[in-house]
Nanobody
Framework: QVQLVESGGGSVQAGGSMNLSCAAS????????MGWFRQAPGKEREGVAT????????WYADSVKGRFTISQDNAKNTLYLQMNSLKPEDTAVYYC?????????????????WGRGTQVTVSS
């Protein structure tokens, strides 16, 4: 069973930065889509950023373009989300997701493995 464990969440003031990590166990990221979703209180869950482990097809939600960067470290089997210029509207629980052997573009596939999430709170 794939296990995804997020870390790096917490509280920060607007304009600050935060780096989320997602460590995968019992799983190899190669040939997989991976990414980050988030869910704010009272709102639907939304995609934030996705990427393919091998092909260059990074995708970002319009709301985070230019501020967030998704990346991976294959040697550590870890996915990252660097978040800069954070805004109060970025406050949410952030989830790491993986889709092994995807059937389409990473921005549009359904993700079948999810971490438990890490809280990010941005104060004004």
């Amino acid at each position: 069973q794939v296990q995804l464990v997020e870390s790096g969440g917490g509280s920060v003031q607007a304009g600050g930065s935060m780096n989320l990590s997602c460590a995968a166990s019992k799983f190899n990221y190669s040939r997989s889509c991976m990414g980050w979703f988030r869910q704010a209180p009272g709102k639907e869950r939304e995609g934030v950023a996705t990427m393919h482990a091998y092909y260059s097809e990074d995708w970002y939600a319009d709301s985070v373009k230019g501020r967030f960067t998704i990346s991976q470290d294959n040697a550590k089997n870890t996915l990252y989300l660097q978040m800069n210029s954070l805004k109060p509207e970025d406050t949410a629980v952030y989830y790491c997701v993986v889709r092994p052997s995807p059937y389409g573009p990473c921005a549009s596939v359904e993700y079948n493995f999810w971490g438990r999430g890490t809280q990010v709170t941005v104060s004004s």
